[in-house]
């Protein structure tokens, strides 16, 4: 069994996520449409997600995988966004980034993007143990009467 990896946060930033959940931008609120309810692939994303000391737009942690959208919070605001960015990588968390305006305007590619990039970094699961000869005693040259 996978276990997943457990990023504690800043328990400060649990209100002000909530806040962030109730006013979603719209950009935000027609990504999460496509991102609940286990639709993209079966897998789990919450939205405003607290990990370590930064709120993240979208985060699923089966995959230690963060969605932002960069709208006009993020005009200049480059250098911020760069050691934030830093900050939850070094936590293991990954990074996708879309531009509010692409996500309003061409949502398709964007659901596309992040399902290719999906299924190229997804987790393996642990080998099935199906098939493998040296543990199934049928397909091994067993004499059972002796």
């Known amino acids: ?17 909530r806040e962030l959940r109730r006013n979603m931008t719209l950009s935000e609120v027609l990504l999460w449409n496509q991102l609940k309810q286990k639709q993209m692939l ?6 405003q997600r607290p990990i370590g000391n930064y ?3 979208f985060y699923c942690k089966e995959l230690l995988l963060a969605i932002e959208i960069d709208g006009k919070s993020h005009f200049n605001k480059y250098d911020y966004d760069e050691k934030r ?9 990954r990074i996708l980034r879309f531009e509010d305006i692409k996500v309003k ?3 398709l590619n964007v659901l596309r993007e992040i399902e290719y990039w999906i299924k190229t ?15 199934d005693p ?9």
Do not use: C, H, W
């Open 1 to 17: 069994m996978n276990k997943r990896k457990i990023i504690p946060y800043n328990p400060e930033l649990k209100e002000f996520a």
């Open 42 to 47: 079966g897998f789990d994303f919450d939205r």
């Open 55 to 57: 709120i993240v737009d």
């Open 85 to 93: 960015q830093k900050e939850l990588e070094k936590s293991g968390v």
């Open 105 to 107: 305007k061409d949502i």
């Open 121 to 135: 970094n997804k987790p393996t699961p642990y080998p099935s143990r199906e098939g493998n000869k040296k543990d």
């Open 138 to 146: 049928q397909k091994l040259n067993i004499n059972r009467n002796t």
